[in-house]
């Protein structure tokens, strides 16, 4: 649980309550660069506007916390204010758009009468605000009042929700459309982008939650958002073994600790979509790391099961769930250089008992087996059975020789969930697990705070090829901008079959992908996930053997990220550094474009550039694809020449 230590606010709050409080009155805060300006209004409410450079972008809205017998920001009396500029560098510990990550901003922080006080901070590419309070030991929080008033009918990308109780996957799929379409009984997931008529982007999300509810975004009608939030659940009852129905809910969204911080409520804001790909707010605002040790951390690539059904062929035994299969996977990944092979689900004897493995496969000799490749087991969970058992299910995969642990199924946004999120967090860490969340809700801080927390689902991924037609090169090109920016997102890439727009059609055992060949491999330098699959079947992979290759050499976490081309839903180029090599990528929507790489990021030197793209027929075949190799240096520029649903990645290191 996130909180505020109540001697230390007891005591900064008694100090100021000796001092009159100021009448109603309006606040200043400038960011570094003096682009952005915040601007709060203390009164009979508490407001707050923005505005970037002369666009006003967000005009006055009501922040305030409901809470049973108080309402913080209700007759609002500021005791003292208090100010200050940081300028620091983060250091990830599993860097993932970069390892050293400037935190430039200036904060305003109001001690309000009633023993609470409201932070704000902006910073060169957005602004956040947040409550503290110091109310004693304990406090039901019934409603946070959260508004985002705009000053003209903004586009947007709208992740729509259908469930009243907030129970989803959060697997989204982005309607473009503007503000006032929505009406109040419609809300949406974060992370939610904008874009103003003037032309600037801007992105709603949170950060630093813990013991607290998700917040979601509700129309109005008009060009405004109100805040909304799951209720504590007090009841439910068991549909299947990974679904229930909720009986019963609390008239408070949390109960916790009266003397803490509330998470971050943050907009990203910037004039192109280049600004929205590059910004680190969720992760600069989380929680610092609070593990001693993180050497044993070990991001990577991972040879997966389920997508690709354990369709093998080519061998001489029966492919399926057994050992045999996973010892093809795990010779695979030891070939190619993947850290990890995951056992989904199947594994186990049952989805409820998680600690018996099926009849077909031998744990202790597969991890064995693993461990002579130098690749590492992660184990498949249903969420529910390990929260019942958690201690005794984990140190059984650590006596097995496990490295990691894929949670599935939460599908809920609650205090909570939030909180067993954090417990598995903990529990992982403290035996050296990984983490991976899957049926989860986007990223909000706590894979800073617990690094071994890697990777995030919470994506409508390439999974969904099995079954719709919804994972277009058009969503693909939509996510950069909309649920990556959150965080690490497990989207999945890898389809070594894939389909023009005419020619794709689903198939559950042997999925196939929109798009072309480069289009998929351009993924593993644009999507980012410490922990990133190679989902497809590695029979397929071991097919091409120049295209698989290719990937292998692609890491999974940056020392530096440049966003090069961006237009959400259109396009969008990127290039990452890692050590001593570059790696650029690029892909479109169903629109064939050409893009212009500069290599001005590059040092002085000679360099050489290993680029696949889009093959001369990929427009018809669109597996097609070229392997070329080019002397370049920082004055090169090079041309993104992209199919349609094609992709372009290049691998740069000194020659």
């Given at each position: 649980m996130k909180c505020i230590s109540l001697k230390k606010y007891g005591a900064l709050f008694a100090a100021f309550t000796l001092a009159a409080p100021a009448l109603a009155k309006d606040y200043e805060l400038k960011s570094p660069d003096k682009k952005i300006t915040v601007n709060v209004a203390v009164g009979k409410s508490l407001e707050w506007s923005v505005r970037y450079g002369?666009?006003?972008?967000?005009?006055?809205?009501?922040?305030?916390?409901?809470?049973?017998?108080?309402?913080?920001g209700q007759n609002a009396l500021v005791n003292k204010e208090d100010r200050q500029s940081v300028n620091?560098?983060?250091?990830?510990?599993v860097p993932v758009k970069s390892k050293y990550i400037a935190d430039r901003y200036n904060e305003l922080k109001l001690f309000m009468k009633g023993n609470y006080a409201v932070v704000f901070r902006a910073y060169d590419n957005g602004v956040a605000y947040r409550f503290e309070m110091a109310l004693g030991d304990s406090v039901a929080v019934v409603n946070e009042i959260s508004e985002f008033n705009f000053p003209q009918n903004n586009r947007v990308m709208w992740s729509g929700e259908t469930n009243k109780e907030f129970q989803s996957h959060f697997e989204s799929l982005f309607k473009d459309s503007v503000i006032n379409a929505f009406n109040t009984t419609e809300h949406a997931a974060l992370p939610l982008y904008m874009a103003t008529p003037a032309g600037s982007s801007l992105l709603l999300s949170e950060s630093d939650v813990y013991d607290y509810p998700n917040l979601f975004v509700f129309g109005t009608g008009g060009n405004a958002f109100t805040a909304g939030f799951p209720k504590v659940i007090l009841d439910r009852k068991h549909t299947g073994d990974r679904?229930?129905?909720?009986?019963?809910?609390?008239?408070?969204?949390?109960?916790?600790?009266?003397?803490?911080?509330?998470?971050?409520?943050?907009?990203?804001?910037?004039?192109?979509?280049k600004t929205i790909f590059e910004s680190n707010l969720t992760f600069q605002l989380a929680s610092p790391n609070v593990l001693a040790n993180t050497a044993w951390i070990k991001p990577g690539k991972v040879a997966w099961d389920w997508w690709n059904a354990n369709n093998i062929y080519g061998v001489d035994f029966k492919a399926g769930l057994n050992t045999e299969t996973y010892k093809y996977y795990i010779d695979f990944a030891s070939t190619y250089g993947l850290e990890y092979i995951v056992l989904d689900e199947g594994w186990s004897r049952t989805t409820t008992d998680i600690m018996t493995p099926a009849k077909e496969i031998d744990i202790k000799e597969l991890v064995a087996y693993a461990a002579s490749k130098n690749v590492g087991v992660i184990l498949w969970a249903l969420w529910e059975p390990l929260d019942k058992d958690l201690d005794a299910i984990l140190d059984r995969y650590v006596q097995w020789g496990v490295k990691g642990i894929k949670v599935d199924f939460m599908a809920r946004a609650d205090q909570y969930m939030v909180n067993y999120y954090e417990r598995v967090a903990a529990a992982a860490a403290k035996r050296q697990l990984l983490v991976d969340l899957h049926g989860a809700y986007k990223p909000v801080g706590l894979n800073r705070k617990y690094p071994n927390v890697l990777s995030y689902e919470g994506v409508r991924g390439l999974e969904n090829c099995k079954w719709s037609e919804d994972i277009t090169p058009g969503h693909d090109v939509t996510l950069p901008f909309t649920r990556m920016v959150a965080g690490p997102m497990?989207?999945?890439?890898?389809?070594?079959?894939?389909?023009?727009?005419?020619?794709?059609?689903?198939?559950?055992?042997?999925?196939?992908?929109?798009?072309?060949?480069?289009?998929?491999?351009?993924?593993?330098v644009m999507y980012e996930s410490p922990l990133q699959m190679l989902a497809d079947n590695p029979s397929n992979y071991r097919k091409d053997?120049?295209?698989t290759r290719f990937i292998a050499q692609i890491p999974t976490v940056w020392d530096t990220t440049i966003a090069l081309h961006g237009k959400v839903g259109e396009y969008v180029a990127v290039a990452r550094k890692n050590g001593d090599k570059w790696y650029v990528s690029a892909m479109t929507n169903w629109e064939a474009r050409e893009l212009d790489i500069p290599l001005d990021f590059l040092p002085e030197g000679s360099w050489k550039a290993q680029v696949l793209a889009d093959g001369i027929n990929a427009a018809e075949h669109a597996a097609d694809y070229r392997i070329t190799t080019l002397q370049v240096s920082r004055n090169s520029r090079l041309k993104a020449n992209m199919s349609n649903g094609g992709g372009w990645c290049a691998v740069i290191g000194k020659e």
């Open positions: 002369n666009e006003t972008i967000l005009l006055p809205s009501v922040i305030a916390l409901q809470l049973h017998n108080n309402k913080l620091h560098t983060i250091i990830a510990d679904t229930a129905r909720i009986t019963r809910l609390a008239d408070y969204i949390a109960k916790t600790s009266g003397s803490r911080s509330l998470p971050w409520r943050y907009l990203v804001i910037g004039n192109n979509d497990d989207f999945t890439p890898g389809a070594m079959i894939n389909a023009t727009k005419k020619n794709f059609h689903i198939t559950f055992t042997e999925p196939m992908s929109q798009g072309t060949r480069a289009h998929q491999v351009a993924m593993y053997p120049e295209c």
